[in-house]
């Protein structure tokens, strides 16, 4: 009794108490409705027990695709690419012929693929398809399938194989290497590498996640498999919405196994062995993240929920004059709204809003605002209305009744967002908020979650377009998060086709990353959390989505000055770098905690805005290939077995290796260092790797590493972006030392420099700049540094010449000559600029040049 006051008491304070009554009602409505349209049918995802389709028959061949009847079903082979195969198993129920079901994840239809040379062979024991990478041969007498490099080592084998369940679940088992690891699989709470758990595949609103709870917010079918030392590296894709499970390993050690509750078995085999050569091919099929805006990349600032408008004034004077600390994004949570209406402003907390947001625009400041999908139940609101006129809201399975739950707004219909009629509808309802002045649109509560006693969601039964094929919520339900955030990204772009669009979902599946970022939902303000914020952003950029954050300083519970201040400055290295907080919280702004922690934020922050050049590049380089932001040591030493389970540092884009302090009070840590050079970013101290070093990490200092080699370009400190013409751009040069350079290899190192308008599409058309860069060291110590820069592309930055930092050298130069090539085509020797063109402090040289093709450094 006690308890059920206790949350009746809690339940008025946090979502009042209509939403309170109504979630206590869904309850009972809950009953009537499975009664009258029957619940859902309880199924699993087999472990054993399932038919498997046993002897092959025949085989025929037919384009890029091998159909291999067997005993018990059917397998139809596709070969997409020489990495790429798709595997699919068809009962022998379904008809061979059966079309391709229409996939939300695939960006890439088989018609778009160049076709790929394979060979079908078949000898007395198999059949064997073999491509320019790989061969998947397929056993006659049990139909299992192994895939093998071109010199017979297995990479992935069938245990049992797939198949199928009379009630329509499907699995597969496979082998797991002795050594193998196991990454991707979307946002999960547990360690980088997977192996010996299970995981579940259904978007879930967990209410403030614990560590080791699963499933969360946003689950992706993908796993990268690593084995053999590192030297084989693959992917499996399971392209079934169903609710799923993939078993790595716990309920028999040396098994893997997936598989859902209903669908098709239909996975893709991608074959590295590199794991960046599988996440490239990953994200060609499903498709690769937008380059955002350059003002996303910097610094944002939230709560649960900043208002009124005086409150939202406040917080831009703190940030703008108060306390100088870099700020470009301000979030708006649900309070904003008119009792919780979305596509509304609260007449009393926020009057004007298109004045405020005009306001806050002059001030630097970009305003993203809260939509959940849930519509408020209510005649006299125009969306709702709207709505029910044209039948965009989810139905039981009558067609007719629409399905109505609580979420904040207490009773709620649910656009149905697997129809395109409902995306064109929610798409033009945006505008409600750009007219306004909105920049951005933050989609939650989008699993879709919904009030209850516990995590719950729509019942199966629900109805779904599917975009023209319909369906149940069952099939519909993992990938609901992403088609809203598909809908508001198509609107976004309609109604303002020249600015490149910026939603944030918690929910998604396979294939998000084509619409929109993510953040990683209501974590906790504890170290463990801040700790967990490195797998989960190193494990969902493995699942092909790269552009996420956790919220800095932890959602739930209160954050000590302490915590705030160490997660802030691993923060500045992940990619979205967003403080959110709780409703009862205490504020949870860099200045909450006073000194020294303000200062400590405050540099930081500023950090990361002169880093913008390079996080840019960064992200245009994930844009291009699929390599994530924030990346596990594994994907640049995939070799070095150290690196396959270190999670608790990353690297930051091509050169930074960022090992954030994750305990409470400690004032130093131990780091992994690879093979190859490497500089403290603090002191430049040089280090030669593969080594472990302890590193002092008082409370001002987060262990901060760069590769040798490595050009790193950075940008002034700003207020915001676009605050001040970027100026004279510095290029920070770490040469490799060649004492350490690995047998035979060239000492180049070679970086990149990405830039556009920061905005636009234009650099579609040819309005970027990309500048690579070759740093070639030579002598021990350095005696000889050259500076090669090539430049490609359109877009005029207006610069005219750098500051070049040669880091790691102490001496003055004897000489410094360049060339460049100047308007007329011809070659020029390059100027260095100024009086104080040549600078050292004893631990770096500065060299102010002109813009230059070819620099070179000698000393004596
Ligand atoms: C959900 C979101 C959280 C937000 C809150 C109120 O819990 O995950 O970020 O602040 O809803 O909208």
Not at 415 to 426: G, L, S, Y
């Amino acid at each position: 009794m006690l308890n059920i006051l206790s949350l009746i008491v809690r339940g008025t304070r946090e979502i009042g108490f209509k939403t309170l009554w109504d979630s206590i009602t869904y309850l009972v409505r809950k009953r009537w409705y499975r009664v009258r349209f029957g619940g859902r049918k309880c199924r699993r995802v087999p472990e054993r027990g399932y038919t498997c389709p046993g002897r092959v028959m025949s085989h025929m061949r037919r384009g890029q695709t091998v159909t291999i009847p067997c005993a018990d079903g059917t397998y139809v082979l596709t070969i997409l690419a020489p990495d790429l195969v798709r595997v699919r198993l068809l009962p022998p129920h379904v008809l061979a012929a059966r079309q391709l079901h229409h996939s939300y994840s695939i960006a890439k239809s088989d018609a778009q693929w160049s076709p790929c040379e394979f060979l079908l062979t078949e000898t007395e024991t198999a059949l064997k398809i073999e491509t320019a990478r790989l061969v998947c041969r397929i056993a006659k007498d049990t139909g299992r399938l192994a895939f093998l490099d071109l010199f017979g080592d297995v990479i992935n084998e069938d245990e049992a194989g797939a198949g199928w369940q009379a009630c329509g679940a499907v699995a597969c088992r496979k082998r797991i290497q002795p050594d193998e690891h196991f990454y991707g699989l979307g946002e999960r709470t547990f360690e980088l590498d997977l192996r010996g758990r299970q995981y579940r595949m259904w978007n879930t609103d967990p209410r403030t996640y614990r560590l080791g709870q699963d499933p969360i917010h946003l689950c992706v079918p993908v796993l990268l498999g690593l084995h053999d030392r590192g030297r084989q590296g693959y992917g499996i894709f399971l392209d079934n919405t169903f609710r799923g499970l993939f078993d790595l390993g716990r309920r028999d050690p040396d098994v893997l196994s997936f598989g859902a509750v209903d669908g098709e078995m239909r996975y893709y085999f991608i074959y590295g062995p590199a794991l960046t050569t599988v996440l490239e091919r990953y994200t060609e099929l499903t498709g690769r993240m937008n380059l955002p805006p350059l003002w996303m990349l910097g610094y944002h600032q939230s709560r649960w929920s900043y208002q009124p408008e005086a409150r939202v004034r406040k917080l831009a004077r703190d940030f703008r004059q108060v306390y100088r600390v870099p700020c470009d994004g301000i979030h708006l949570d649900i309070h904003y709204m008119d009792g919780y209406r979305c596509f509304t402003w609260d007449a009393e907390r926020f009057p004007d809003p298109a004045e405020k947001i005009a306001d806050l625009h002059a001030m630097g400041f970009k305003i993203i605002v809260i939509v959940d999908p849930g519509i408020r139940a209510d005649h006299d609101y125009r969306v709702c209305r709207e709505g029910l006129e044209r039948n965009v809201f989810c139905t039981y399975p009558d067609g007719e009744t629409p399905f109505k739950a609580p979420v904040w707004p207490g009773d709620c219909y649910f656009p149905d967002f697997t129809d395109p009629r409902t995306r064109m509808w929610w798409g033009d309802l945006c505008k409600t908020l750009t007219d306004v002045g909105v920049d951005g649109i933050w989609n939650d509560m989008n699993e879709p979650a919904i009030f209850g006693m516990r995590s719950t969601t729509m019942p199966q039964s629900i109805r779904h377009d599917m975009d023209g094929h319909g369906g149940g919520h069952a099939e519909a339900h993992n990938i609901y998060g992403m088609q809203m955030a598909r809908a508001t990204v198509e609107g976004l772009r309609q109604l303002r086709p020249d600015r490149r669009p910026v939603c944030i979902t918690r929910s998604g599946w396979a294939g998000v990353q084509r619409y929109a970022m993510s953040w990683t939902g209501d974590n906790r303000s504890n170290w463990r959390h801040l700790w967990l914020s490195m797998p989960m952003a190193m494990n969902l950029g493995l699942s092909g989505l790269a552009h996420t954050g956790p919220d800095v300083g932890g959602f739930s519970q209160f954050a000590s000055g302490e915590l705030f201040t160490r997660w802030l400055q691993m923060g500045v290295f992940l990619p979205f770098c967003r403080a959110h907080t709780f409703v009862h919280s205490p504020d949870q702004e860099p200045w909450s905690w006073g000194e020294p922690y303000l200062a400590i934020n405050r540099r930081y922050i500023e950090l990361r805005y002169r880093l913008l050049p390079y996080l840019y590049t960064a992200f245009w380089q994930c844009a291009q290939t699929g390599l994530p932001i924030v990346r596990p040591l594994l994907l640049a030493f995939q070799d070095d077995a150290q690196t396959h389970t270190l999670e608790d540092q990353f690297m930051c884009g091509d050169a930074f290796l960022v090992a954030p302090v994750f305990e409470e009070s400690a004032d130093r840590r131990s780091v992994y260092l690879p093979t190859g050079s490497w500089y403290d970013f603090w002191t430049d101290q040089h280090f030669h790797g593969p080594a472990w070093i302890d590193v002092e990490a008082p409370l001002e200092r987060l262990p901060l590493f760069v590769r040798g080699g490595s050009v790193v370009p950075m940008g002034p400190v700003m207020q915001y972006v676009g605050e001040h013409p970027t100026g004279r751009l510095e290029l920070h040069a770490y040469p490799r030392r060649a004492s350490h350079l690995p047998d035979g290899r060239d000492n180049v190192g070679r970086s990149a420099l990405y830039e556009d308008d920061g905005r636009s599409w234009a650099f579609q058309d040819g309005e970027y700049r990309l500048t690579r860069f070759a740093l070639h060291s030579a002598g021990h110590p350095i005696s000889r540094l050259e500076l090669g820069r090539q430049v490609e592309g359109r877009y005029e930055s207006g610069r005219r010449g750098f500051e070049v930092v040669v880091h790691g050298v102490d001496e003055s130069p004897r000489s410094v000559t360049g060339r460049t090539i100047n308007v007329h085509g011809r070659m020029i020797n390059v100027r260095l600029l100024g009086r104080r063109a040549l600078r050292t402090d004893g631990r770096t040289v500065h060299l102010l040049t002109s813009l230059f093709e070819h620099l070179q450094i000698e000393w004596d």
